[in-house]
């Protein structure tokens, strides 16, 4: 196809095969989105560190690590090395670790002994009696009441033509099929599983389920059989817990992963960093919310404000904890794996109830951008989203981009004279802050609390700087530029751009400007503040864009609307409105882009469409449905969460999260025409895989996706619309 979206380059720092030695950990060791942790039976620590597409092995303490698992074999198409593990489980009774191998669609079995490990054998790869598994992902082990072991695995993204529902497959211990699920039904309740993650069982032969999808926590007993791949409960009390559907895929709050360790069930991200621990039937009895550390570590290195405190947040906080498994002959202590926060962390967690602070014992991974070493790129570390700096902006007119009271004339003219003496002092010094960002790409990389940017003329990619020079808030998230027709009141370097950022988690929007010296730097004050339902409140703010008349429109994903705010010549931001798709309370922005026309694309994303805005918030029309993509030639008109919206020219390509495809579409007056698409999971992060990717930006024929798990941001090419055709003026 003429208008193909090809994979181009990557950049951010990943750890190669075959690079990690074994010993006591390097200052520099870092993981990338760890996932699955067991102990297996010397009391050892089998870690999937699933970013980097291996397993690793530590002592009990943290201190050293022992063993490192890339694959069952050489890396051949017959043997291929691992994608993606997710999640590791023991052989109750021999010396075998299982893993499920989700880029492979299969589960490796690893033997080993107090000295080795090695390849054993796989499984799932489906046979005459059922389909190959498609994403495994949680698994356990259960005794059932035949006295027999089986083996459960859930298979996430599984589903079959005309149905979504995902499954769960029972296999023998040596990996024979033996039955699967897709819905549990009791008499006045049916469950359909869908994008089941966590799995666990407890010594009665229960099964407990997180089934993301529907946010919920099922426990199925191996009693009850299993008809036309339903389970046939007695009763409809299937559920150990569910909560009220959170909007944004942003959101933690929901249920990952579920574990059982002795009579107590562990519920990570129920509750949004915290674990939430039940009993056996369902009670809650505690809530672990915080961490008190044993030790007091070396200062983190300060490069900018934030990093003040940077140090002392990582240790008082649990940072979306996702798999807890118990430490061997150590009563009361666990160990929790954290993929946001790339770490897993020992600690003591009290038998008392009610919320409780657990003790901090040790921990391996830390913060993955190593600031006292100097590197040609970075370590990112949930990298949320990436934007470019374009001189030529399209503005409106200048009418309809000023107006206002005798404050924003005087503003107006005070900035004037302002400019004027500036761009004389900048034209005689020969200097431009923004002369570095011309062809370069700025970086939210929010897990290690700054903004970074690089080269994107180089080959490869080249890091410039770390932006940070005023305060980084936790929980930046999405971001865009604006061009002031004049510059408000406040900003230092006249005719360059102020950068918007919307925060999640404090629910506001920080505003930066450039410094004479091309840094980052905060402008004026946040605006917005945390609220349900009011006028000029956010709940969880996702995507943001501002069209060249300086009027701000920012999904406000859990207030279910578009919040619109205009910016003053005095640098003041006014609210002004908020809106929804045809007065819908269920709508769920996520992502917003502008087209030429000023009209708003928004990612409407539990309602799997793209929803079309005018200027004022009048409803226009929508595109797409819910549905898999399995041939993204072919489905493209089927979405599953997408997440995020950019536009280049006439082009509009969408970020279709569950489908992990891009797909590029030329906007029409009231449609969108499929032009390429491409698939871009199940590959190597440096081979244009995609894991979770957020919010996408592009430019001139050039696309950037930052991946929050691989860590890394993928750029891809295509054909860019033709300069006269994006209606730039000057």
């Known amino acids: 196809m003429s208008h193909a979206i090809e994979y181009l380059c990557s950049y951010g720092e990943l750890t190669a095969p075959c690079t990690t030695p074994t010993g006591p950990l390097a200052d520099d060791f870092t993981l990338n989105s760890p996932v699955g942790v067991h102990a297996d039976s010397y009391g050892r620590l089998w870690v999937c560190d699933t970013g980097n597409s291996r397993v690793l092995v530590f002592d009990a303490g943290l201190s050293e690590l022992l063993h490192v698992i890339e694959g069952p074999g050489d890396d051949t198409p017959e043997a291929p090395r691992l994608l993606m593990p997710f999640h590791v489980c023991p052989h109750p009774t021999h010396q075998l670790m299982y893993c499920t191998d989700m880029g492979h669609g299969r589960v490796v079995a690893y033997a080993y002994d107090e000295d080795e490990v090695w390849f054993s054998y796989a499984f799932g790869q489906g ?274 981009a000023v107006g206002g009271n005798w404050i924003d004339y005087w503003a107006r003219a005070t900035t004037s004279i302002y400019k004027y003496w500036y761009d004389q002092f900048r034209t005689q010094l020969g200097f431009d802050p923004l002369a570095r960002m011309e062809n370069a790409s700025l970086n939210i990389d929010s897990g290690n609390w700054c903004m970074k940017t690089f080269s994107t003329e180089s080959d490869p990619y080249r890091q410039l700087q770390d932006m940070m020079r005023g305060f980084f808030v936790p929980g930046d998230l999405a971001m865009d530029v604006y061009y002031p027709h004049t510059p408000p009141l406040g900003q230092i370097c006249p005719g360059t751009p102020i950068v918007f950022v919307t925060n999640f988690n404090l629910c506001t929007v920080t505003m930066y400007q450039f410094n004479p010296a091309g840094y980052l730097i905060n402008y004026g004050v946040p605006f917005g503040r945390e609220g349900i339902g009011g006028d000029g409140t956010l709940k969880a703010p996702q995507g943001i864009a501002v069209n060249s008349a300086g009027e701000i429109y920012i999904a406000d994903s859990l207030n279910n609307r578009i919040s619109m705010w205009q910016i003053q010549p005095t640098g003041y931001v006014e609210f002004r409105k908020n809106f929804r798709w045809q007065d819908d309370d269920g709508f769920t922005p996520c992502d917003i882009a502008i087209d030429a026309q000023d009209r708003l694309f928004v990612c409407d994303q539990f309602n799997n469409c793209l929803r079309v805005f005018d200027r004022e918030g009048n409803s226009l029309w929508s595109y797409g449905r819910l549905g898999y993509c399995d041939d993204v030639d072919v489905d493209y008109e089927n979405f599953m969460l997408p997440a995020s919206v950019c536009i280049d020219g006439d082009r509009l390509i969408v970020n279709d999260l569950v489908n992990r495809a891009l797909k590029m579409f030329r906007i029409g007056d009231d449609t ?20 979770m990717p957020y919010f996408i930006y592009a430019d001139r024929g050039r696309l950037y996706v930052p991946d929050t798990t691989f860590n890394v941001v993928n750029v891809f090419s295509y054909q860019a619309a033709a300069p006269d055709s994006i209606g730039i003026a000057a």
């Open 127 to 400: 046979d005459s009696r059922y389909l190959p598994l498609s994403d495994p992902n949680g698994i356990t082990v259960v005794r059932e009441r035949d006295g027999a072991d089986y083996l459960y695995v859930c298979d996430e993204f599984f589903h079959t033509p005309g149905d979504l529902a995902s499954r769960c497959v029972k296999f023998t211990l040596e990996g024979e099929f033996v039955a699967q699920f897709r819905h549990v039904a009791g008499p006045g309740v049916r469950h359909e599983l869908l994008w089941p993650q966590g799995l666990a069982s407890d010594a009665n032969g229960n099964l407990y389920l997180a089934n993301t999808g529907h946010y919920e926590v099922l426990k199925i007993s191996t009693d009850w059989p299993i008809v036309d791949e339903c389970v046939q409960a007695p009763h409809d009390t299937v559920m150990l817990h569910q909560h009220g559907k959170p909007g944004g895929i942003g959101k933690f709050n929901v249920m990952r992963s579920v574990c059982v360790i002795g009579d107590r069930v562990f519920v990570p991200g129920h509750i949004e960093n915290a674990i939430t621990i039940y009993d056996l039937a369902g009670e809650q009895v505690g809530v672990v919310n915080g961490l008190l550390p044993l030790w007091n570590h070396t200062l983190e290195p300060v490069h900018s404000l934030s990093d003040l405190v940077y140090g002392a947040l990582e240790d008082v906080v649990f940072v979306g904890p996702y798999q807890v498994c118990a430490a061997e002959d150590e009563p009361d202590v666990y160990f929790i794996s954290e993929p946001f926060a790339s770490s897993v962390i020992k600690v003591r967690i009290p038998r008392a109830r009610g919320e409780e602070d657990a003790l901090l014992i040790e921990s391996v991974g830390h913060r993955r951008d190593d600031q006292n070493r100097l590197r040609s790129t970075s370590q990112f570390n949930c990298m949320t989203s990436v934007i470019g700096f374009k001189r030529e902006r399209r503005l409106l007119p200048r009418d309809a």
């Open 672 to 691: 969108l025409h499929y032009e390429a698409g491409i698939s871009v999971f199940k590959k190597y992060p440096d081979a244009g895989g995609v894991w």
